[in-house]
Nanobody, 123 residues
Framework: QVQLVESGGGLVQAGGSLRLSCAAS????????MGWFRQAPGKEREFVAA????????YYADSVKGRFTISRDNAKNTVYLQMNSLKPEDTAVYYC????????????????WGQGTQVTVSS
């Protein structure tokens, strides 16, 4: 079993940056692919980024390519999402997820989910 807790959200002006963190409990963190998703009010949850168990492979939604970077530190049981050049349309609750397969994460699936952290980008 894995428990995930997101942090680092907040209010930022357009063009600014934030770094989200997801801390995981459990001794099998390095066995899971990790991902970030987001959900805006009144909209469906959407895939943002995913990273393989070793961190060698990463995937991004077209809307965030070149602006967001996902990374992980297995020694700290933590995954990060560095968000630069933020836009108002990035406003959403951001969720961390874990799954045995990165392909499932890319398709919007996850075995475990965090509680979410709010990101608000003002214009």
């Amino acid at each position: 079993q894995v428990q995930l807790v997101e942090s680092g959200g907040g209010l930022v002006q357009a063009g600014g940056s934030l770094r989200l963190s997801c801390a995981a409990s459990g001794r099998t963190f390095s066995s899971y692919a990790m991902g970030w998703f987001r959900q805006a009010p009144g909209k469906e949850r959407e895939f943002v980024a995913a990273i393989s168990t070793s961190g060698v492979s990463t995937y991004y939604a077209d809307s965030v390519k070149g602006r967001f970077t996902i990374s992980r530190d297995n020694a700290k049981n933590t995954v990060y999402l560095q968000m630069n050049s933020l836009k108002p349309e990035d406003t959403a609750v951001y969720y961390c997820a874990a799954d045995w397969g990165i392909t499932r994460l890319r398709l919007g699936k996850g075995d475990y989910w965090g509680q979410g952290t709010q990101v608000t980008v003002s214009s």
